[in-house]
């Protein structure tokens, strides 16, 4: 019974049509960023100012007892870069949707009869090809300065992935908070909180050189095993283990956080 109402036109119309608004809305999205450089150059400049302060300041860091044995500085930040670069993109794309809330295009949106699911799915995808052109785009602007990943093309496209599913993990996190405030300065405030996030984590420096509360507040942090993953694909080669924690670990956080963002899409549509 339920296999022939799925199979019915009108379900297949619906289908197609959710397809055709999640892609239209997702087009939005990169066009969106495309047409306004200034605010995407950020999350694509600091991330290589960042990385090559690091491997200017630290180049000896390397040869430390417990750092984990590494060709150079640049191979190890490498993969800071990448989620520190996804973090600041996926803050502009839910910047983005909260101005759409603002504006009331978003009402307009709800108003019409294009999917609800469709509006924040294609939102999130737009964050999610940003995401990949970001991991990218990092690696082929360092690997001419030395960088070396040892995983090789299959283990940058794991990487590419990886980068998709960390960008789908923050962009519904971000998201929600868009959602349920309705104010880009409150999803702009929430900066300093990413770059807090990101800074008690492994992305800078080893856990193995760690010490006091510093090390237990990265040991705590979900986002210091993300980068980990990343930093053995390209450190260590195409491992099992370096490919299951760039995957699994972005994706058990886009599990999480979709569930965050679903729900408070939900409690916005009940308040209307």
Do not use: C, H
């Amino acid at each position: 019974m339920t296999a022939s109402v799925l199979a019915t036109p009108e379900a297949a119309e619906r289908r197609q049509s959710f397809v055709a608004q999640t892609a239209a809305m997702s087009q939005r999205a990169v066009l969106a960023l495309w047409r306004q450089p200034a605010i995407v150059i950020p999350s694509l400049v600091f991330p290589l100012f960042f990385a090559a302060l690091g491997a200017s300041a630290f180049a000896r860091a390397i040869e430390l007892p417990g750092f984990p044995p590494v060709r150079s500085f640049l191979d190890f930040a490498l993969a800071g870069t990448i989620v520190q670069g996804i973090l600041f993109g996926s803050l502009t794309g839910a910047t983005a949707l909260a101005t759409d809330i603002e504006n009331g295009f978003f009402d307009r949106l709800l108003a019409s009869p294009t999917s609800r699911l469709s509006i924040l799915l294609g939102r999130l995808a737009g964050g999610m090809v940003y995401g990949a052109f970001q991991t990218a785009f990092f690696i082929a602007v360092l690997v001419p300065f030395g960088l070396v990943v040892e995983a090789g093309i299959v283990g940058i496209a794991v990487m590419l992935i990886g980068g998709v599913l960390t960008a789908l993990a923050v962009g519904a996190l971000m998201s929600a908070m868009a959602i349920r405030t309705g104010s880009s300065e409150a999803v702009q405030g929430s900066f300093p909180l990413l770059f807090i996030l990101l800074f008690f984590s492994s992305a800078f420096f080893p856990r193995e050189t760690m010490t006091g509360v510093y090390a237990r507040f990265a040991d705590l942090n979900p986002m210091s095993y993300l980068i980990e993953g990343f930093r053995d694909l390209t450190v260590d080669g195409l491992t099992a283990s370096a490919v299951a924690r760039t995957l699994l670990i972005s994706a058990g956080l886009a599990v999480v956080t979709m569930a965050i963002a679903l729900r408070s899409l939900r409690r916005k549509l009940r308040a209307r």
